[in-house]
C-alpha cells in the first residue's frame, strides 16, 4: 500500500497580518483541505449519490478543475471516484484515516496544477490496481486504454526502490515504462508531495530514508519537468525531516519577518504598480514569498537577511512584448542591478522555463529586490511544467503552439527526450544509472549559441565535447575541434553561459572519438555515446585511437622530403626541415659572401632583413624582428648591410597546425600546388591530442603569392592555422 503517514509534519508558517506578504491568489483561495472531513463524506456519502450528482467528497477536485477547464466532461471523475471509494472501502492509512483521502488528496494537487480530466481520472485509481482487487482490464474497459496505460505506469512505479541502493536496472525499467508520457511521473510526484506532507506517524529512520530518496531522485526530476510548484515544497518537507535545527531557525526568521510592521516589497510593488500605471502597461504585481528552502539558502549567501530578502517581486502581463517594456520601465524609473539580469524568455531554460529576471535597489537603504517578469501563460507553466501543458494526445492549442522545439510535444519534453536516448544507448545498467546520477545532481544550466543563432542547454561546467554531443549526436565522433566566440579551443575548453561555439567537422563518417574526451564529457549524452564507441572498437590499444600520425603516413609525403630533394636535403624523421642555400635574390655589402636565408625566421621580400657574418664566408640573412637578431647585437655581433634584389622568387618556411584525420595530407599539399608552391621539404611532428603540426618549406616564383597561399591552406578543412616560421632564439 502506497501511502501510510497521517499527521501532517511542520509546514511552512502561515504569514501574519499586517506586514504579510501576499502569495498567489489561486493558491491564497485554496487552504489545505481537512482530510478527515473528507473521509467521512467519502463513506457517508456514495452510497447516497444520484448517478448525475458528483459526490461531495471530490467537490474541491472539481472547483480546482473547473476554475483551469470550464467545459471538461466530469462523468469519468463521477464514475473514476464511485470505483476507488467502492474499491479502497475498509482500507485504513496509518493514521486512521479512509484510505480514499489519498486518491483525493493526490487528485487535488494535480487538479490545482491544472491537470486534464484524463490525468485526474488515472490518479484517483491510481493505487486500485495494486492494493485492491480492481485489474488493469476493468480500468481499461471501462475507462479507456489512456488511464489504463496511466494507472499501469503508476503501478510500475510504485515497484521500485529508486533511493542510493537501487538497482540500476529496475531504475531504467521504470523510466522506460513512463518515458513515453510524463503525465505518469506527474502523478508519481503529486503522490510523494501528499506522503510527506502527511510523513509525521512514520518512525524517524523511515521518515529519513523516504525523506533522502524524495531529495535524491524526485526533487530533481520535478525541476527537470518544470513543475516548480511540486519541486518547492518537496524541498521544503525534505528540509523539516533532513535538518529539524535548521528548519526551526529559517522558520523562525521567516516569522518575524512576517511581523514586521515596515515591508521593504511591499513599498517597491507600490512603486512598480505606479510605475507602470504611468506607462499604461496593464500588469498585476504580487509578491512571492521565498520557500523555506530559499530562504536557507540566501541566509547562508548573505548572512544577516535584510526584508526584501524573503521574497521577490512577480509581475504578470498579457504579451511577451510587454514583459520587455516593463523592464524598459523599472530600469529606467528605478535603479537596476545590471548583474541580475537574465533572459529566460529569448533562451528558455530546458524545462519549460520562461520569465525575464531582473532587480532594482531601494533608494532609502540600498536592499535589492528581485523582479521576476513573465506572460500569465508562462507562469502557468513556471508552476506546473509538463502539468501545464494538457493533454498530451489532443491538437496542439495556440498558447502552446510549436515554436520552441521542447515545447512541442508535451509527453517528450527536452530532457525526458534525452534521458530515453540515454538508457538506449548505454552500454549497461551501471553506466546509465551513474550517468543519470551526475546529471540529477546538476541544479544548474548555461546556454551555448550555435553560430546560426540556435542554441544549447547545457550544465554548468559542460565542455566543448558536451557541445558536439548535444548538437550533433552520434556524428559528434567527427569533430575535429571547436571555435568559442570566434577563437580557437580545445574541446576541453569549459563552456560559460552565453558563449557561442562553433564545432569543426571532418568528413570521414567512420571518424572515432578520442580516448581523453570521457575525462572532458559532462553530460550523460556524450559520455554514454563515446563509451559505447569506445567499447565497440577493436582490441587495438585505445591510445591509437584518432592517431594522425598513422593516418598521415599512410597518404603519403608526411616526413620525408618532397620530390626533388636530394639526400642530403632530407630531414630527421619529425626533425626540422635542414636549411637550403636561397634561390631569392639578396644583396649583401661583403665581397665573395655567400648568402644564406635564416632557417628560425625565413625571410621573403619585402620584409626588413638585416646581415651577420659566419664562418666559412657566409652571410646569413634574419628577418629584422628575429629574436636571434637581438640576441646577436647584443653580443656585439657585426651586422652586414643586405638587401632585395630584382628577383621577386622567394623561399620561406610555413607552419600549419591542423587536427588529425584521413586524406588531410594529400588535400593540404593538392591546395598548395595550385597556388604554384613548390614543396622542397615537409615535416610533421607526432600528433598531440589530435592536433598535428606541419612545417613546409616551399618556394614560390612570386614573393606576392605568399598570402594567397596561406589563405588556400586555412582553407583546407581540418587545418585551424597558418603560420610563417616564428623568430627562435637559436644559434645561426
Not at 584525420?661 to 600546388?673: N, S, W
Not at 614573393?703 to 637559436?730: C, F, H, N
Request: proline fraction near 8%; charged fraction near 25%; include cysteine.
Amino acid at each position: 500500500m502506497n501511502a501510510e503517514a497521517v499527521n501532517p509534519s511542520p509546514g511552512p508558517v502561515p504569514p501574519a497580518t499586517g506586514g504579510a506578504v501576499t502569495p498567489a491568489p489561486r493558491r491564497k483561495s485554496r487552504p489545505r483541505l481537512d482530510l478527515r472531513r473528507l473521509g467521512r463524506a467519502a463513506l457517508l456519502g456514495t452510497g447516497s449519490a444520484a448517478r448525475g450528482r458528483l459526490p461531495d467528497a471530490i467537490g474541491h477536485v472539481v472547483e480546482a478543475h473547473r476554475a483551469h477547464h470550464p467545459d471538461a466532461d466530469l462523468d469519468p471523475l463521477h464514475r473514476a471516484y464511485v470505483l476507488a471509494e467502492s474499491s479502497h472501502r475498509g482500507q485504513m492509512r496509518k493514521s486512521g484515516e479512509p484510505y480514499i483521502t489519498h486518491p483525493l488528496a493526490v487528485t487535488l494537487i494535480l487538479a490545482e496544477l491544472g491537470a486534464e480530466t484524463t490525468t485526474l481520472t488515472a490518479s484517483l485509481l491510481h493505487d486500485t490496481v495494486e492494493d485492491t482487487d480492481v485489474t488493469l482490464d476493468q480500468v481499461g474497459e471501462e475507462f479507456g486504454a489512456e488511464v489504463r496505460y496511466l494507472v499501469d505506469g503508476v503501478t510500475k512505479l510504485e515497484k521500485v526502490d529508486y533511493g542510493a541502493a537501487a538497482e540500476p536496472e529496475t531504475f531504467r525499467k521504470m523510466l522506460l515504462a513512463t518515458g513515453n508520457d510524463v503525465r505518469v511521473m506527474s502523478i508519481k510526484l503529486a503522490d510523494r508531495l501528499h506522503n510527506m506532507r502527511t510523513l509525521g506517524v512514520m518512525r524517524r529512520e523511515k521518515q529519513e530514508r523516504i525523506a533522502k530518496v524524495t531529495r535524491d531522485v524526485l526533487i530533481p526530476l520535478a525541476e527537470r519537468l518544470g513543475v516548480q510548484a511540486l519541486k518547492s515544497e518537496l524541498e521544503d518537507l525534505v528540509f523539516a525531516v533532513m535538518h529539524p535545527e535548521e528548519y526551526a531557525h529559517t522558520r523562525e526568521l521567516v516569522a518575524e519577518n512576517a511581523a514586521r510592521a515596515d515591508d521593504p516589497l511591499a513599498a517597491v510593488a507600490d512603486e512598480v504598480r505606479g510605475v507602470l500605471r504611468e506607462a499604461d502597461i496593464p500588469a498585476e504585481v504580487l509578491i512571492r514569498p521565498r520557500h523555506f528552502v530559499s530562504v536557507h539558502r540566501v541566509s547562508r549567501k548573505r548572512g544577516t537577511l535584510r526584508g526584501a530578502d524573503f521574497g521577490r517581486l512577480l509581475v504578470l502581463v498579457q504579451e511577451d512584448a510587454d514583459c520587455y517594456a516593463v523592464l524598459g520601465e523599472l530600469h529606467t524609473c528605478l535603479t537596476p542591478v545590471v548583474s541580475e539580469f537574465k533572459d529566460f524568455i529569448a533562451v528558455p531554460k530546458f524545462n519549460l522555463y520562461q520569465s525575464l529576471h531582473t532587480a532594482v535597489a531601494r533608494a532609502e537603504d540600498g536592499q535589492v529586490v528581485e523582479v521576476l517578469i513573465r506572460t500569465h501563460q508562462m507562469h502557468k507553466v513556471a508552476e506546473a511544467g509538463v502539468v501545464a501543458l494538457g493533454n498530451p494526445y489532443a491538437p496542439p492549442s495556440e498558447e502552446q503552439g510549436a515554436g520552441d522545439g521542447e515545447r512541442a510535444d508535451p509527453t517528450r519534453p527536452g530532457w525526458l527526450s534525452r534521458l530515453l536516448d540515454w538508457q538506449r544507448g548505454a552500454p549497461d545498467p551501471d553506466t546509465f544509472w551513474s550517468t543519470l546520477r551526475e546529471d540529477l545532481a546538476q541544479d544548474r544550466e548555461i546556454t551555448v549559441f550555435r553560430p546560426d543563432g540556435g542554441t544549447l542547454g547545457l550544465p554548468e561546467g559542460a565542455t566543448c565535447v558536451d557541445a558536439a554531443y548535444a548538437q550533433y549526436g552520434e556524428d559528434a565522433h567527427a569533430t575535429i575541434g571547436a571555435r568559442v566566440n570566434g577563437r580557437l579551443a580545445t574541446m576541453s575548453t569549459v563552456l560559460r553561459d552565453g558563449d557561442t561555439v562553433q564545432l569543426l567537422m571532418g568528413q570521414d563518417p567512420a571518424s572515432e572519438p578520442s580516448g581523453d574526451w570521457l575525462e572532458h564529457a559532462r553530460t550523460p549524452a556524450a559520455r554514454i555515446a563515446i563509451q559505447r564507441r569506445l567499447a565497440a572498437r577493436p582490441a587495438a590499444s585505445p591510445a591509437d585511437a584518432g592517431d594522425a600520425d598513422e593516418a598521415a603516413d599512410a597518404e603519403g609525403p608526411v616526413r620525408g622530403p618532397a620530390a626533388g630533394d636530394s639526400p642530403a636535403q632530407r630531414p630527421a624523421r619529425g626533425g626540422p626541415a635542414a636549411p637550403r642555400s636561397a634561390s631569392a635574390d639578396v644583396r649583401v655589402d661583403a665581397p665573395e659572401a655567400t648568402v644564406r636565408l635564416a632557417g628560425c625566421c625565413t625571410p621573403v621580400p619585402p620584409d626588413e632583413i638585416t646581415g651577420f657574418p659566419v664562418r666559412g664566408g657566409v652571410v646569413t640573412v634574419h628577418r629584422a624582428g628575429c629574436a636571434a637578431v637581438a640576441r646577436m647585437k647584443s653580443a656585439g655581433r657585426p651586422e652586414v648591410g643586405v638587401s632585395w634584389g630584382e628577383s621577386t622568387e622567394c623561399r620561406v618556411t610555413l607552419l600549419a597546425e591542423s587536427f588529425g584525420r584521413p586524406h588531410l595530407l594529400a588535400d593540404l599539399t593538392e591546395a598548395m600546388a595550385l597556388e604554384g608552391a613548390e614543396i622542397v621539404s615537409a615535416t610533421v611532428d607526432p600528433p598531440d591530442r589530435q592536433r598535428v603540426r606541419h612545417s613546409y618549406t616551399v618556394v614560390l616564383p612570386d614573393a606576392a603569392r605568399l598570402p594567397a597561399l596561406m589563405r588556400a591552406m586555412r582553407d583546407v578543412p581540418g587545418v585551424y592555422d597558418v603560420s610563417r616560421a616564428q623568430p627562435q632564439p637559436t644559434g645561426v
